[in-house]
Every structure is written in structure tokens, then in C-alpha cells.
């Protein structure tokens, strides 16, 4: 049930991820959300448990047996939030997903997004299968889209429409310093054509690939930045934000009503 002044706690968890060690990735951040307030959402970075592994094989969760999974789902229902992030798994069919959850833990409701567009520059899409489709979750009154890293240069494929109506967007990702300005720009850039907020949880630290800064952040309906976690440090940090500002902004300038 959504709540009555239709605001929500959101924390960001931006995490240096260890290659390889979900074990020692769930201690890590057991340990950040042992320090954290209440709150109604904690938001992790792409592949949190593993590192962005793009060959999945002896990485990849198995779907039935997925240790970082069953943990997500304990913390949800331990903390009464939600909790989502994602993960490299191995499906029964034998395919490989990266697998963006979203867990209620208020409820039990559980759904996922199956990352759409795969990393070619990184050989992603060697491994991994696309999804095919959109996940919009209805919590506490706001309509989510989930996407995760890359989608995020791809602004036909996140765009407010008729059937894909949302006010919040949500994206998980392992995006490097290298490019670290264009994640500046098109956190922006998704939230101000959209008119919505914007939260996108990126990782710190390094793997054999790049170096990770972070710069997570949270971007409001006009594209303001109304929280972002400092560069290069392990950090959650909470965020209000309220739909009434997406409403109030919708109809204040009515951009979508001329959307193509």
C-alpha cells in the first residue's frame, strides 16, 4: 500500500566489489546496511556479488542455488524494505542472464530485469542472453523502470510512453572512470527528457578491467542533482524523494504530452 504523504527513503550502496568472493562481497555489505537507518529502498551496484563478470562461467549464481540471492531476499524481509541490485546467473535452460532484482521484502513480491542491451565493447554479449522486455515495479506509490548500466545510453529504450509509464528510474552499474563523464551527463539526461527521478548506483574500486570511482547519485524530475556519494570511497547515502515533485513537474511543463 502506497504510503499517504507518497514519499520514499532510498539508499544507495556503493560498494568496491572483489572479484570473484560473493561471500566476502555479502559481508561487506551486511556490514554498510548494519549502519544505515531505516529505510524503504537500498539500491547495489551491477553484479554486486561477483565483480562484471562478462565470461560467467564458475562466477555466474546457479539459479536454484544462488547464495547472494537467498541473502537479498533475507534483508528485505529482516529490514521490512525493498532491496535490488544485480546479479550474473546461470538458468536452468543453460543461458547465462544479467539479472537486475528488485525484492520486496514488505510483501515477498519478488521481479527482475533482464538486462537488454549487452556490453559488445566488453564481450557481454558473447556470454550473456538479452532480455527482451521492460520491468516497471509498482512500491510505495512510485512506478520504477528498471535498467542496468548500459541501457543507459540508449534513450529509446528507457522512454517514458503510453504502456511504460513510470516516475522513477532505477539503474545498477560497474561503470568505469574512463567514462565517467558520460555518466554524468546521461544520469541527466534519462531523468531531465523523462521528467523523472533518476537513482544510479555505480561501484568504486578496481578489477582487471578498469578502475571504478563511483559518483552514485540521485537526479530529481528537472535534472538537479540532489545527492551524489563522493568519488572513490565505499559510502550509502539516503535520498528522499517525493512523487508529488514528478506530478507537480509533469504538469507544470507538459513535455511528455508532446513526445513522439
Same mark, same amino acid.
Given at each position: 500500500?502506497?504510503?499517504?504523504?507518497?514519499?520514499?527513503?532510498?539508499?544507495?550502496?556503493?560498494?568496491? +566489489?572483489?572479484?570473484?568472493?560473493?561471500?566476502?562481497?555479502?559481508?561487506?555489505?551486511?556490514?554498510? +546496511?548494519?549502519?544505515?537507518?531505516?529505510?524503504?529502498?537500498?539500491?547495489?551496484?551491477?553484479?554486486?556479488?561477483?565483480?562484471?563478470?562478462?565470461?560467467?562461467?564458475?562466477?555466474?549464481?546457479?539459479?536454484?542455488?544462488?547464495?547472494?540471492?537467498?541473502?537479498?531476499?533475507?534483508?528485505?524481509?529482516?529490514?521490512?524494505?525493498?532491496?535490488?541490485?544485480?546479479?550474473?546467473?546461470?538458468?536452468?535452460?543453460?543461458?547465462?542472464?544479467?539479472?537486475?532484482?528488485?525484492?520486496?521484502?514488505?510483501?515477498?513480491?519478488?521481479?527482475?530485469?533482464?538486462?537488454?542491451?549487452?556490453?559488445?565493447?566488453?564481450?557481454?554479449?558473447?556470454?550473456?542472453?538479452?532480455?527482451?522486455?521492460?520491468?516497471?515495479?509498482?512500491?510505495?506509490?512510485?512506478?520504477?523502470?528498471?535498467?542496468?548500466?548500459?541501457?543507459?545510453?540508449?534513450?529509446?529504450?528507457?522512454?517514458?510512453?503510453?504502456?511504460?509509464?513510470?516516475?522513477?528510474?532505477?539503474?545498477?552499474?560497474?561503470?568505469?572512470?574512463?567514462?565517467?563523464?558520460?555518466?554524468?551527463?546521461?544520469?541527466?539526461?534519462?531523468?531531465?527528457?523523462?521528467?523523472?527521478?533518476?537513482?544510479?548506483?555505480?561501484?568504486?574500486?578496481?578489477?582487471?578491467?578498469?578502475?571504478?570511482?563511483?559518483?552514485?547519485?540521485? +537526479?530529481?524530475?528537472?535534472?538537479?542533482?540532489?545527492?551524489?556519494?563522493?568519488?572513490?570511497?565505499?559510502?550509502?547515502?539516503?535520498?528522499?524523494?517525493?512523487?508529488?515533485?514528478?506530478?507537480?513537474?509533469?504538469?507544470?511543463?507538459?513535455?511528455?504530452?508532446?513526445?513522439?
Amino acid at each position: 500500500m502506497a504510503k499517504m504523504n507518497e514519499t520514499m527513503h532510498i539508499t544507495l550502496l556503493q560498494t568496491d +566489489i572483489k572479484w570473484g568472493e560473493p561471500a566476502e562481497n555479502i559481508s561487506q555489505v551486511e556490514k554498510i +546496511i548494519h549502519t544505515c537507518k531505516d529505510t524503504d529502498l537500498f539500491v547495489l551496484p551491477e553484479m554486486w556479488s561477483t565483480g562484471f563478470a562478462t565470461k560467467p562461467e564458475n562466477m555466474a549464481h546457479e539459479e536454484d542455488a544462488n547464495e547472494a540471492l537467498l541473502w537479498m531476499r533475507h534483508i528485505a524481509a529482516e529490514r521490512q524494505c525493498a532491496i535490488s541490485g544485480s546479479l550474473a546467473v546461470h538458468l536452468r535452460d543453460g543461458s547465462y542472464r544479467n539479472r537486475h532484482y528488485f525484492i520486496d521484502g514488505r510483501n515477498g513480491h519478488e521481479i527482475f530485469y533482464d538486462k537488454h542491451h549487452l556490453f559488445t565493447y566488453g564481450g557481454e554479449n558473447r556470454y550473456y542472453t538479452p532480455g527482451q522486455s521492460h520491468t516497471i515495479v509498482e512500491y510505495e506509490g512510485f512506478r520504477i523502470l528498471l535498467l542496468t548500466c548500459y541501457d543507459l545510453r540508449f534513450p529509446c529504450w528507457s522512454r517514458y510512453s503510453d504502456g511504460r509509464e513510470y516516475d522513477l528510474i532505477v539503474v545498477v552499474a560497474n561503470w568505469p572512470q574512463s567514462r565517467q563523464s558520460a555518466w554524468q551527463i546521461l544520469t541527466r539526461a534519462r531523468a531531465i527528457e523523462n521528467q523523472a527521478y533518476l537513482v544510479g548506483v555505480n561501484r568504486v574500486g578496481d578489477d582487471e578491467y578498469s578502475h571504478y570511482v563511483g559518483a552514485s547519485c540521485v +537526479i530529481d524530475p528537472i535534472g538537479k542533482r540532489i545527492g551524489q556519494c563522493h568519488y572513490n570511497q565505499v559510502e550509502a547515502m539516503t535520498v528522499e524523494v517525493k512523487l508529488e515533485e514528478v506530478r507537480r513537474r509533469r504538469l507544470k511543463f507538459r513535455v511528455l504530452d508532446d513526445r513522439d
